[in-house]
T-cell receptor
């Protein structure tokens, strides 16, 4: 079975550019989570969706960040404009909702903003 | 709200040594408790979980017992291997939501 799929795996961009990260959750899972991981701040939850609807975006750092889930099999996290402090590994995870069940993480996207 | 505290790392051990990584929690009710592991360059993956008090979760030689008396869920392994070198996260659900609250992670380094 395919796990959570993220693309790209690595992204290097220049400050001010738009960055779009993509995620395909496990089929049948109806909760999706976006996390950011850095050495300084550890693992942070940015936003999560349930049945394609954003439920909690309190972790989104600022208006430069936005996330969408147009259907059950696809989500994007967009940063516009990007800044060097956005450099991090971004993880997508999915789970069956309703019971805070096990979350399954993707391999992550390592973003470097120069 | 629910919260979790785990011991600071790094933990450095020789191969075949005994491992304990401490985790304590504060929670409303008795939620499931989780240990996740993150190997270098990878995402987090579930290592084990326990769904109710006194349950013992186990996987790959690791064990953790859900102890409500001490509000703890310590991770143990009797004989670690170099391949166990990773970061370990304790976690529990946020009250009444689908979110998981993760500890800060404990880095384990095992040397031959």
């Amino acid at each position: 079975d395919a796990g959570v799929i993220q693309s790209p795996r690595h992204e290097v961009t220049e400050m001010g550019q738009e960055v779009t990260l993509r995620c395909k959750p496990i089929s049948g899972h109806n909760s999706l989570f976006w996390y950011r991981q850095t050495m300084m701040r550890g693992l942070e939850l940015l936003i999560y969706f349930n049945n394609n609807v954003p439920i909690d975006d309190s972790g989104m750092p600022e208006d430069r960040f936005s996330a969408k889930m147009p259907n059950a099999s696809f989500s994007t996290l967009k940063i516009q404009p990007s800044e060097p402090r956005d450099s991090a590994v971004y993880f997508c995870a999915s789970s069956l909702s309703g019971s805070a069940d096990t979350q399954y993480f993707g391999p992550g996207t390592r973003l470097t903003v120069l | 709200g629910n919260s979790v505290t785990q011991m600071e790392g790094p933990v450095t051990l020789s191969e075949e040594a005994f491992l304990t990584i401490n985790c304590t929690y504060t929670a409303t009710g008795y939620p499931s408790l989780f240990w996740y592991v993150q190997y270098p360059g990878e995402g987090l993956q579930l290592l084990l979980k326990a769904t109710k008090a006194d349950d013992k979760g186990s996987n790959k030689g690791f064990e953790a017992t859900y102890r409500k008396e001490t509000t703890s869920f310590h991770l143990e392994k009797g004989s670690v291997q170099v391949s166990d070198s990773a970061v370990y996260f304790c976690a529990l659900p946020s009250y009444n939501t689908d979110k998981l609250i993760f500890g800060t992670g404990t880095r384990l380094q095992v040397f031959p």
